[in-house]
């Protein structure tokens, strides 16, 4: 099967309402939402506390898509197993979280799960340059990991497109996460990002009482950054 480019829309359940995740998440996919985007945090690698395995092993049925988790910590590798036999698609990595960036994806590879690699903002793309074919997704940090609701940075427009560059026609997805709404997912876009995390953008103004508002938010982002390819 050809790999597919196409822009996806990953909302971050961060902002979602956490007394109701799996009604959320259901409304979010059937509004739009193309991967379900989880974010545990360890309260050492980012300074918030956020979702452990159980969590994500507790919301899996109710993800029908793709369930992508973004792990923001660190060391990761003891907690990679977990969150594989939690029912995770993708585990992204931080390049920062150590000891050996290129064991853990390998770890997360031999779960049979997609290996992603996130860089912060400081974080040059060379950390992964030399194993590209061991990486199934870049996230680029657009701004510092830990919170939602920060405002995106726009220094990291060239990154992506250096990035995309880099990759040429490698299988690799390039996701952006941190600031994303309609006015800076075509800018990401337009620089080759593919995956676009969005949290406050798409969660404001709705609720699962209210989930249009929802659909009306994933397809302001989406139609947004469509319109600049
Ligand atoms: O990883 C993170 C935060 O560290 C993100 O996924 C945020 O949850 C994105 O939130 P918004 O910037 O879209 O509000």
Not at 26 to 49: K, S, T, Y
Not at 65 to 81: E, K, N, Q, R
Not at 171 to 178: A, L, M, N
Not at 191 to 203: C, E, K, Q, T, Y
Request: with cysteine; charged share 20%.
């Amino acid at each position: 099967m050809p790999f597919d480019r196409s822009i996806k829309i990953a909302p971050s359940i961060l902002s979602a309402d956490f007394a109701n995740l799996g009604a959320e998440i259901q409304a979010i996919e059937a509004r739009g939402a193309d991967w379900i985007h989880v974010d545990p945090m360890d309260g050492h690698f980012v300074p918030n506390l956020t979702i452990g395995p159980n969590v994500v092993a507790a919301i899996r049925p109710h993800v029908k898509t793709f369930m992508d988790v973004h792990l923001m910590i660190s060391p990761a590798d003891p907690y990679i197993g977990a969150f594989a036999k939690a029912g995770s698609d993708m585990i992204t990595v931080h390049a920062e979280a150590g000891p050996h960036l290129h064991r853990s994806l390998q770890s997360v590879r031999a779960e049979g799960k997609m290996a992603g690699v996130a860089l912060n903002m400081t974080t040059p793309l060379d950390h992964v340059a030399d194993i590209l074919d061991d990486i199934d997704m870049i996230l680029i940090m657009t701004i510092n990991p830990g919170f939602g609701g920060q405002k995106f940075t726009h220094a990291m427009i060239d990154k992506v497109a250096r990035c995309r560059a880099m990759i040429a026609d490698r299988p690799i997805h390039i996701q952006v996460d941190g600031g994303i709404d309609p006015t800076t997912a075509p800018l990401v876009a337009k620089a080759g990002a593919n995956v676009l995390v969005a949290g406050s953008a798409v969660f404001r103004g709705g609720s699962v009482a209210q989930p249009n508002i929802y659909g009306d938010n994933i397809r302001a982002i989406r139609d947004a950054a469509q319109a600049a390819l």
